[in-house]
């Protein structure tokens, strides 16, 4: 008996050798044949998405820059060549390149800049500031800015073939510089004061040097904004009520 149990005692551990063995060829074939993660490799020609956005909106800025008007004379745009490494031959050539579109302009052009100016004042009535002979994507066109009595300021686009208006534009800042004039007109009109009498009631309240005052609205009141310097070189910002010289409100800045 006891030779039998000592038989099934080293069977029972080599069973769990192999076991073991087993095992771990188990894991060992497990850890090689574990899928590795799948390789992408990008195409030839295939852009990246930050590459593909740039490129649209450089052809979308580029399809904004193109006229949306057609002149009846047109010419062949020609493609710019490659800026030269020298600054004054790159500028001579510059200047030949266009003295040579000019002349290549005025050529196909059937009027002259008088005609061109007298169907753009009749369209916008006013004084010719500017005028150019230019081409817009192959349109060959006259540029003019038309200065109106009140002081608007509009590019018109007149055909350098029949004369025919193609577009109108009003300048938005000279727009803009007009209803700032108007405005001041009308603060001017309001005041009762001047700037010197506000300049006097700002340094009497604060003791300094005054620089221009500034006439202005507030809370639906004119004013003056005068900016006093002391003698130490501090800084004052005081409002002085425009129709009576009343000091409406101080602050060191």
Do not use: W
């Amino acid at each position: 008996m006891a030779t039998t149990h000592k038989f099934r005692k080293i069977a029972y551990s080599s069973l769990f050798g192999l076991g073991l063995t087993a095992g771990g060829v188990t894991l060992a074939s497990a850890a090689t044949t574990q899928e590795k993660p799948p390789t992408t490799i990008e195409a030839p020609g295939n852009k990246t998405d930050t590459e593909s956005t740039e490129s649209k909106a450089t052809e979308h800025d580029e399809a904004d820059e193109k006229p949306d008007y057609t002149s009846s004379v047109t010419i062949e745009v020609t493609p710019e060549g490659p800026e030269g490494s020298d600054a004054d031959e790159a500028d001579d050539s510059e200047d030949k390149a266009d003295t040579a579109e000019q002349a290549k302009l005025e050529k196909v052009a059937k009027i002259d800049a008088d005609a061109a100016s007298k169907a753009a004042t009749d369209k916008v009535p006013g004084t010719v500031d500017e005028v150019e002979l230019d081409e817009e994507d192959g349109n060959v066109v006259y540029e003019f800015d038309v200065v109106a009595q009140d002081g608007t300021e509009t590019e018109v686009i007149v055909d350098a073939g029949n004369g025919k208006i193609l577009a109108q534009e009003v300048d938005k800042d000279a727009d803009e510089a007009k209803a700032d004039k108007a405005e001041q007109a009308k603060l001017e009109k309001a005041a009762k004061i001047d700037a010197n009498a506000a300049s006097k009631a700002a340094t009497d309240k604060v003791p300094g040097t005054a620089d221009k005052p500034e006439l202005d609205e507030e809370d639906g009141k004119v004013v003056y904004e005068v900016d006093v310097t002391a003698k130490d070189g501090t800084q004052s910002e005081v409002l002085v009520d425009a129709t009576n010289g009343k000091i409406l409100a101080e602050q060191a800045d």
